[in-house]
Every structure is written in structure tokens, then in C-alpha cells.
């Protein structure tokens, strides 16, 4: 008797045969979050639950749209102990923050 429950995978749209698309590179970081669109004071809080998934010395970027986010990220990141690396204008009205983790 076989089991025919549904895959918990979501579809792919590469073709069978076919190698799925590479992730494109990180760079130095271990992980990024995408924070455009996004509120203080969602943006911290997202940004300290990816921090709690990485390992210590991981780096993760996180970009934002929202202008406070690039204050008030470093500033929250430096209070949990967390090494701000810097902050980046990207475009006119996008920004990276990058972060160490230094601590659990």
C-alpha cells in the first residue's frame, strides 16, 4: 500500500533535466533580509529574529526603504550586543545595513 499524501514541497518552475537557477552570491554574508516595504517597528524585530537563526560570526545584510530602519537598526542591533559592519546607501531610497552576530 502506498502513501499518496502531498508533497510539502512547493513546485519549482524549472524544467525536469534542467539544474535550478544558482542563488545569486551573498558576498561576505551569510544571509540577507529583503525589509523594503516594511515599518519600524516590524523592520527591528524581523531583523532580530534573523539574527537569532544565524550562527555567531554570521554576517546579514538587511535592506530597508524605510529611513528611521537605518537608525533605529543599528541602534537596537548595538544594544543586543551585535556588531554594526555599517550602513549603505544603495539607491536614492534604499539602504543596507550590515550586522555581526556577536552574541546569542
Known amino acids: 500500500m502506498t502513501n499518496s499524501s502531498p508533497s510539502p514541497l512547493p513546485p519549482t518552475s ?3 533535466g534542467r539544474p535550478p537557477d544558482p542563488e545569486p552570491p551573498l558576498g561576505p554574508w551569510s544571509s540577507s ?3 523594503t ?6 523592520t527591528f524585530v524581523r531583523t532580530k529574529l534573523a539574527l537569532e537563526d544565524l550562527a555567531i560570526g554570521a554576517m546579514l545584510r ?18 543586543w550586543g551585535q ?20 552574541v546569542r
Open 14 to 16: 524549472s524544467s525536469p
Open 62 to 79: 538587511v535592506v530597508v526603504d524605510h529611513e528611521p530602519a537605518i537608525r533605529n537598526i543599528p541602534r537596537s542591533a548595538t544594544e
Open 37 to 42: 516595504g516594511e515599518l519600524c517597528p516590524f
Open 33 to 35: 533580509l529583503d525589509l
Open 83 to 102: 556588531e554594526v559592519v555599517g550602513v549603505t546607501r544603495l539607491s536614492q531610497h534604499t539602504w543596507a545595513i550590515d550586522l555581526r552576530k556577536r
